[in-house]
Structures are given as C-alpha cells and as structure tokens.
C-alpha cells in the first residue's frame, strides 16, 4: 500500500500575496506549484528550493539566498517570447522561491515519453525555439548550465487542436538556477557536478567551468533524443554516464534511425564535439546552423518524387529515403511568434488559392494534352527535362554551392582576414585562449577546419591565440596560509609551504614572505613557497650601547648569546660599546649572535719634549697641546724631569708631571 505524505504548502499564502493552489511537478532541486496571485489576480507557477538545497550553516544559507536573488534579477531582464519569464522572487519559510510565468502545455520529456521520438520537422521546429530563448540568455551574459527537456516547456500551439508540434509554443525555465544552487554546492562539498550527467558537456565533467557552449552541448543531446527516441550514453552510475561524454565522440543520429537525412547528423555532430572550441561560439550561432538545416531540406523537398497516372503513361521521379516539409505556422500573437518572425499565415492562405487553382488548370491541361499523340509524346519530354533540372539542383545542393574551407592556421589575424576576403568567406571570432608556442593574434584554431567542404562565402570561426599567459604572485603577505593558499591557487599558481621563522611584526600562522617575491610575473602552474611567521622569539635582546665591552659578554651569556666583537675608531674610552646588531627589543633564539661595535678609544698623541726648559715655560708649552701640567718642587725652577717621556705616545688629555729643581 503506498503512503503519500500531505504536502503542508497547499492551500498556504506565500508572501501575503501567492495562494498554493496545487503541486505540477517536483525535481531534483525544486518543487513547482501552480499558485494565484491575490494582488494581480492571475495564475502563475512558483518554484521552491527543496529544503535540501538549502546549505545547513546560517551564514552559507544567507550566501545562497543573496546569490539566488542576484540570479533572479538577471532571469527576470530576459524579455523574449521562449524564455519563461521570471515576476517575483522571495524566501518561505527560509527556502528561497520564484514566480514565473504560468504556462499551460506539458514539458519536452512529457511529449517525448509519449511519442518515443519526433519527426525531423518537430525536432528542428522545437530546436529553433529553445535556441532562440537560450541564445537571448547568451546575449545577456547568463548561462543556462542545465539544458534538458524537463527545462523545456512545449505549450498549446495558439491554432489550438493539432496533433503537430511544428505549431507549438515552445519555452525555456530555469536559467540561472542551476548556477546559484551549484555556486552553494561548491561551498558546501567542493565541485560537485549540478548538471544532469545524460546532458553535460566534457568540459563541465573535467574542469567544471561552463561558458555558452557548454549549453550549445546540451542543446545538441536534446536534438539528438528529440531524433533518435533516446540519449547516447547510458550507465549504472551517473559518473560511468558522464565519463562517456569525455571519452567518445557522440554517434550519428542515423545510425539508430537510418532514415533520417544527413544533414542532421552533421548539425548534431557539429553541436557534441567534445572540444568546445570546436562548436559554434553559443546558442545563436546553432540557432543559424538550425534555420539552415531547415533550409536545405526544405529545397531537397522540392526535388522530390512525383508519382503520377497520367492515362497510359506514367512519370516517376525517385523519391528520397525521408521528407521534411516547408512548415509555415499560424498567424502567432506576438509571445509566441518563432525567432524568424509572423507574416506566415499570409503567406500560407496565398499558397492555398494558388495551389486549388493550379489544381484545376492542371486537370484541364491533362484532358488536352493525354488526347493526343504528341501531348503524350510531349508530357514524356517533359518527364525527363524534369529529371534534368531535379539533377542539376541536386547537384547545385549537394556539391555546386560548395567550396573548401581555406589554410588560415598560424597566420597573423590580418593575414588570416586578408585570405578571408580574398576567399570571400566571412569571420568570426571565438574566445581567444593563452598559448606558450603560439605568439599573440596568431590563428591557433578554425572551424571548420581546411579542406573541410563549406558553403561559398560561408563563415569561418577562428580562434586567436593571447600567446603565453603570465601572471603576477599576489601579495599574500600578513594573510592567514590557509587562505594565502587559496588566494595562490586561484591565480592560477602552485603554493608550497616553506620553512618558518621568528618575526617580530607578524604573529604565528601568517605569511611572512613567497619566494619568488610578491609581484613577480610568472608562468601558470609555478610553484611559490609561503614562508610562515613564527611569532616573537623567545629572548629579547638588551641595550648594550654604552657599557664596558666586560659587562656586555656578562649580560649576553646570561642570556644564552653569543657576542661577535669588531672594534672601531672612536673618540669614546677605549672597550665602549657604541653600536649593536639586533637591535635592543628584538626577540631572537638562545645561541643567536649579537654583533657588538667596540671603542678602540682616542687616537694617541707624542708628549712633547720640556726637559731644560724653566717651569713656567715648560707649562705653557705641555697646555697649548692640551696636556694638563702637574708641577713638582720649584714652580720657578728649571724642568729637569717629565712623566711621560719625550716622545711617549699617550691619549689626548693624558695628564704630564714636570719637576723643577
């Protein structure tokens, strides 16, 4: 017996305003109600973020609402008629929501659990729709990231009471989402893959990053089961599935449908190329491919087979393996005209009186003609003028209005434009991407390749090189490593934590310098050591300055250092400290050195000679080079003895006794 929980949501007001009034579907990351708007009084849809989504911390749930906001307000400026517009957007209960336009019709899963696969015109139909709404989202920088057919809304065709889809309304939700739940993902468990596996481009499996081609790749899986009735890879597990999308090239929709035209292999397999560069630059670029596509099978409908009893006489013109025809949709209200624009419905009702009066000339024609001889004589010429002229077109389809695509590889961009002109091949440009071979503005990738066949006058997509990417080590000085790693890691660079030391400045834990040094410009992928701060060491070194060169050695060995002595000139007494190295205050390790700047004392000067001179004499002579005098004995007398010696080299000041007898 199943067990079906009531959901509390039904029937509730959200947000003063939106009354639940039932459940339409529930998703891996939303549910979405159908709801009334009390205020405007209109039915519209509300999405809410399952509880799950939500990341558990306060702090990373408030992160994910303001990313879910900002995603929200980009959603609701995309103004297009296949883009599922976006009205209001809140939080219940702590879950963000959004409401959108209400769209009355069944999604492209529904339709195609129904009818297993559609016809080449309904997938291209509905392809050119869904292109149209993601290439506006292109346009406005947003990518979608979850292209799928339960994201593809196919509503009521506004005729009403077809069983084609060619005249469906076809629009796409959920831009955006994906992005904001997965930006929380990230936070919460690393890269973990939002995008469903059976859709995901390569790039999205290997690097995680998503750009417009990413989508271009999942329009192209879309295609692909709209043809064929199923996706191409299947698994036990989801990673074994988006692994496939790496490893192999998708197949040929014909070779699980083998009547289905070649073209749609080719604008598949022109979609799912595994290497983005390879696909058109975005959605608008597949939408032109699409309209071509269309195109030509369209002019290969026109050569088709005409089988026709005309009396005896039968014309037969070999028809082709599949038809898709020329599909001119009702006059559509201006929210659901298709991207190439109304005036069909003219155009369709012309067509209409022409063909009944072509009708009833034709049967005119045929009683005249198949009377005679030489009518039928001259229908049979006709017959074969026909295939004549089918062969030509055929010809000019398949092979006369082709040419090949031109060697534009290495060039220089004004090269590579030069033969483009002179080829008459129009260019565009995909992103450019850093290379260390390739120098800058050199073609380093086109498409389609050369010697590719491609239409005369067709267009070429180059891809230019940046030349090789250098970037410089930012400052992560003063910054916790943990996040100095992340800051590292993010441009591009490799960090490696080195030894640590003590510093005076910078507490334990923090960067303390890179090696190479802040600002220098690198290569991607260079290794930069952090070196950490070990906070203050442990012993803080004294004021020497000033002391006796034996107090110093006390101190320091006290303290568990080593004294490095050099001895200096000065005017200062000799074994004065005058200078050290730390300084004092700064905290070293036990055994560390101290460089101390020790006084060699004054320059010494020769006592000059005052023997024999009288006393007084002797005394002016010894004071006017600034000795001072001690006289002995007689003040009046003749010097007769000196200490220091005549001669003897002493220090300035040194003081001189002379005795006078």
């Not at 700047?597 to 000059?608: E, T």
Request: aromatic residues 4%; proline residues 7%.
């Amino acid at each position: 017996m199943d067990t079906q929980v009531a959901d509390t949501l039904l029937g509730s007001l959200i947000d003063g305003r939106y009354r639940i009034r039932g459940r339409v579907a529930r998703g891996g990351m939303a549910t979405v109600y159908t709801a009334t708007d009390e205020r405007l009084e209109r039915t519209v849809a509300v999405k809410i973020i399952h509880p799950t989504q939500a990341p558990e911390a306060r702090a990373r749930m408030a992160g994910f609402v303001e990313r879910f906001t900002d995603e929200a307000k980009t959603i609701a400026r995309l103004t297009h008629p296949n883009v599922v517009a976006v009205y209001d957007q809140g939080s219940h209960a702590g879950l963000p929501y959004l409401v959108m336009e209400y769209v009355r019709g069944r999604t492209l899963r529904d339709v195609l659990a129904e009818r297993r696969r559609l016809t080449p015109e309904e997938a291209l139909a509905i392809a050119e729709q869904m292109l149209a709404a993601i290439a506006a989202a292109h346009r406005a920088g947003l990518v979608h990231r979850d292209v799928k057919p339960e994201n593809v809304l196919v509503a009521e065709a506004p005729t009403g009471g077809t069983t084609s889809l060619v005249d469906s309304v076809v629009k796409v939700a959920d831009f955006g989402l994906a992005r904001a739940v997965e930006a929380s993902a990230e936070e919460e468990n690393g890269n973990q893959l939002m995008a469903t596996v059976a859709y995901v481009a390569p790039e999205l499996v290997t690097q995680g990053h998503a750009d417009p081609r990413t989508d271009v790749y999942s329009a192209g899986i879309v295609l692909f089961e709209m043809l064929t009735g199923r996706v191409p890879y299947d698994g036990d597990r989801p990673v074994e599935v988006a692994w496939q999308h790496v490893d192999r090239d998708v197949p040929a929709p014909s070779t699980l449908v083998p009547a289905l035209p070649r073209v749609l292999d080719a604008l598949v397999a022109r979609a799912t190329r595994r290497d983005p560069a390879a696909r058109p630059a975005d959605a608008g670029a597949l939408l032109t491919e699409v309209q071509a596509a269309r195109d030509e099978l369209s002019d290969a409908n026109s050569h088709t087979a005409v089988l026709r009893q005309m009396g005896d006489e039968t014309a037969v013109i070999a028809q082709p393996t599949m038809v898709v025809a020329a599909v001119r949709p009702a006059e559509r209200p201006a929210w659901a005209r298709l991207p190439e624009g109304g005036g069909g419905q003219r155009t369709h009702r012309r067509r209409a009186v022409e063909d009944e009066g072509l009708g009833a000339r034709l049967a005119g024609l045929r009683t005249r003609v198949m009377g005679s001889p030489r009518g039928r004589l001259a229908v049979a010429a006709a017959a074969v003028v026909l295939g004549l002229v089918a062969a030509v077109g055929g010809w000019w389809v398949g092979v006369g209005r082709y040419t090949v695509a031109p060697q534009l590889m290495s060039l220089s961009k004004a090269e590579a434009e030069a033969q483009a002109t002179r080829g008459g091949f129009v260019l565009r440009y995909a992103e450019p991407r850093y290379d260390e071979k390739i120098p800058k503005d050199t073609v380093l990738g086109q498409d389609p390749v050369s010697a590719t066949r491609i239409v005369k006058g067709g267009t070429i997509t180059l891809t230019l090189s940046l030349g090789p990417e250098r970037l410089p080590v930012p400052d992560v000085v003063g910054k916790d490593f943990e996040l100095a790693r992340a800051e590292l890691a993010d441009a591009k660079l490799a960090p490696v934590k080195g030894s640590s030391r003590y510093d005076d400045a910078l507490p334990a834990g923090v960067v303390l310098a890179t090696d190479p040094k802040v600002g220098t410009v690198v290569k991607p992928g260079t290794k930069v050591t952090v070196i950490l701060s070990k906070g203050r060491a442990p012993v803080s070194v004294p004021n020497l300055v000033g002391k006796s060169l034996t107090d110093a050695r006390t101190i320091l060995g006290q303290l568990g250092l080593t004294p490095v002595e050099t001895y200096k000139d000065s005017d200062k007494p000799r074994d004065e400290i005058l200078g050290q190295s730390p300084a004092d205050g700064t905290g070293v390790e036990k055994g560390a050195q101290v460089k101390l700047d020790v006084s060699k004392g004054p320059a010494q000067v020769p006592v000059p000679r005052v023997v024999d001179l009288p006393c007084q004499q002797a005394k002016q002579v010894l004071e006017s080079q600034g000795f001072p005098v001690n006289i002995q004995l007689n003040p009046n007398g003749v010097a007769r003895f000196q200490n220091p010696g005549e001669n003897t080299p002493v220090p300035p000041g040194t003081t001189v006794t002379v005795t006078c007898l």
